[in-house]
């Protein structure tokens, strides 16, 4: 027997609302069930991983996941929980971001096994590109009244607290699109259940209107809180804005470090959300965290789940190469192993001097790479004191005054690490 998916969100606290019967709908055969994602980016986001994991634990529960990709909402832009009007993007453009959509979702859900309930994607542009703007308000619009548009959240938060902007009746009549499309799945794919965040119930619950009043049949709801830090902030953003899935927007090193410095009342509730771990697992390691918070289970087994299911194990295993560079359990050849993106993003901020290659012809003397040539020491006295000490090392490995640099060391063929200490970094770049 299937595992109850209801029971599953609950435990996992996925579960902000859901239509009565639901649950019991769910048990009695495999259903299909919708989310709609945003085509207008070549990339999800971490925020959009909370309804894919609905649709992953969906599928695990035995059921079979729909991914929408609204190329004709797309076009649109949705109010709900927005204060502008979004970019509306041609079909090239909005064809060729489905197909980037379409791969990232493969990292979670099964598109191709041939299983009964393997995942399939649809655009709801293909349905709505031939219908005429006279045969929507004919066979569509005449079912939905203004007044229960009006009474949508969605829509009277855009006209009570807008300034000169206000709504303009595309995005005003965004529900009707949403809810065709959940109409649209359930004639043709007997689709029963959409799904998405809580911001989304009244764009959903319009579709299940639609599917009572023109088919005469009963479509089902499920809304998923929406995720927000402990401090308050956004959940999905970082000071460089998203955190995106396509490794080229956000380096898996990045994307790691993310999940790595959640604090651990965020990383107790995302385990449960962003994981596949079970309850007992999650539970174990919750135990485990409360003994010793300064070890940082959570956050450690946290990042690892998600960044090797987004990114893969090989570029996990970089990643927390990576990150241990900083904290000094590395060595001269894991630094040596870094790429040039890794090695800018792991050494970001680090202070910095370009130099001219010529200068590791003949070697230069570790002194004159310190001070005359960086700057990093201040005086040629400071940098043999310091060498004398044995506190500087080139590329994690600790030097004397006989050293001298070479084409041998460089990282990625350009950089050099310089180091005083534990924490005191410089950079030489040789051009």
């Given at each position: ?9 609950r ?25 709609g ?8 986001h971490?925020?959009?991983?909370v309804p ?11 059921h079979?996941p729909?991914?929408l ?20 993007l ?35 542009y ?60 359930y ?19 319009t ?9 005469g ?13 402990s401090?308050?902030?956004k ?12 490794p ?17 009342e ?14 007992e ?18 956050q ?6 998600v960044?090797?299911?987004v ?34 993003e792991?050494?970001?901020?680090v ?9 590791l012809?003949?070697?230069?003397d ?30 994690k ?19 050099v690490?310089?180091?005083?200490g ?5 950079i030489?770049?040789f051009?």
């Open positions: 027997m299937n595992p109850n998916f209801v029971e599953e969100l435990w996992r606290g996925m579960i902000h609302d859901t239509m009565p019967e639901t649950e019991e709908h769910l048990l009695e055969s495999m259903r299909l069930a919708y989310i994602f945003d085509p207008t980016a070549d990339s999800l971490i925020g959009n991983l894919i994991m609905l649709l992953a634990f969906f599928q695990r529960c035995g079979k729909v991914a990709v609204g190329g004709a909402t797309g076009m649109i832009g949705d109010p709900s929980g927005k204060s502008a009007e979004r970019n509306l041609d079909e090239t453009t909005l064809r060729h971001n489905q197909e980037c959509v379409r791969a990232q979702l493969a990292h979670f859900l099964d598109f191709d096994s041939g299983a009964a309930n393997e995942a399939i994607m649809v655009n709801n293909d349905w709505m590109k031939d219908i005429s703007f006279l045969d929507f308000i004919r066979d569509v619009g005449k079912h939905i009244t203004v007044n229960y548009m009006m009474a949508k959240d969605s829509v009277k938060n855009r006209i009570q607290g807008e300034g000169v902007d206000g709504m303009s009746f595309t995005e005003f009549t965004y529900q009707l699109v949403q809810g065709y499309d959940f109409l649209h799945l004639r043709e794919h007997d689709c029963t259940l959409q799904m998405g965040g809580s911001d989304q119930w009244g764009n959903i619950t579709g299940t209107e639609m599917i009572r009043r023109i088919a049949g009963k479509g089902f709801a499920l809304t998923c809180p929406l995720i927000t830090k401090d308050g902030s959940f999905g953003k970082s000071e460089g804005g998203n955190v995106w899935l396509d080229k927007r956000t380096s898996p090193y990045k994307f790691y470090q993310y999940w790595l410095n959640t604090s651990d965020d990383a107790q509730k995302y385990i449960k959300i962003f994981t596949f771990l079970n309850k697992e999650v539970d174990a390691l919750v135990a485990e965290h409360t003994e010793a918070p300064h070890l940082r289970v959570l450690k087994r946290l990042a690892q789940e960044t090797t299911t990114h893969g194990e090989q570029q996990y295993e970089k990643a927390v190469q990576a990150s241990q560079i900083l904290f000094g359990r590395s060595t001269s050849e894991d630094l040596l192993k870094l790429d040039k993106e890794t090695f800018l792991v050494f970001d901020g202070p910095q001097a370009k130099l001219d290659r010529g200068l012809n003949d070697g230069l570790i002194i004159g790479a310190l001070v005359e040539q960086s700057g990093f020491l201040k005086s040629n006295g400071e940098a043999r004191r310091a060498l004398k000490e044995n506190s500087i090392s080139v590329n490995e600790k030097v004397n005054d006989s050293r001298s640099l070479n084409t041998d060391d460089l990282i990625s063929d350009q950089f690490l310089l180091q005083r534990k924490r005191n970094y410089f030489l770049i051009q």
